[in-house]
């Protein structure tokens, strides 16, 4: 009974580290994802105060 035991365990510890890793791999995904996000925000942000001639965001220029 014991070594059926010690299989379980192991698979479950090999189902938890397949986990982390899928997990650290997506945050990785997330985190590049929201880099390209906030750049394209920027650069809407600059081509609307250029189009509209007016400081949008508050940083006392335009662009």
Request: hydrophobic share 35%.
């Given at each position: 009974?014991?070594?059926?035991?010690?299989?379980?365990?192991?698979?479950?510890?090999?189902?938890?580290?397949?986990?982390?890793?899928?997990?650290?791999?997506?945050?990785?995904?997330?985190?590049?994802?929201?880099?390209?996000?906030?750049?394209?925000?920027?650069?809407?942000?600059?081509?609307l105060e250029m189009h509209l001639e007016k400081d949008i965001?508050?940083?006392?220029?335009?662009?």
């Open positions: 009974m014991g070594i059926f035991w010690d299989l379980l365990q192991q698979d479950e510890l090999d189902k938890q580290q397949e986990q982390a890793n899928s997990l650290e791999d997506r945050v990785k995904i997330l985190e590049t994802e929201l880099q390209k996000t906030r750049n394209l925000l920027k650069k809407t942000l600059v081509a965001d508050g940083d006392g220029k335009m662009g």
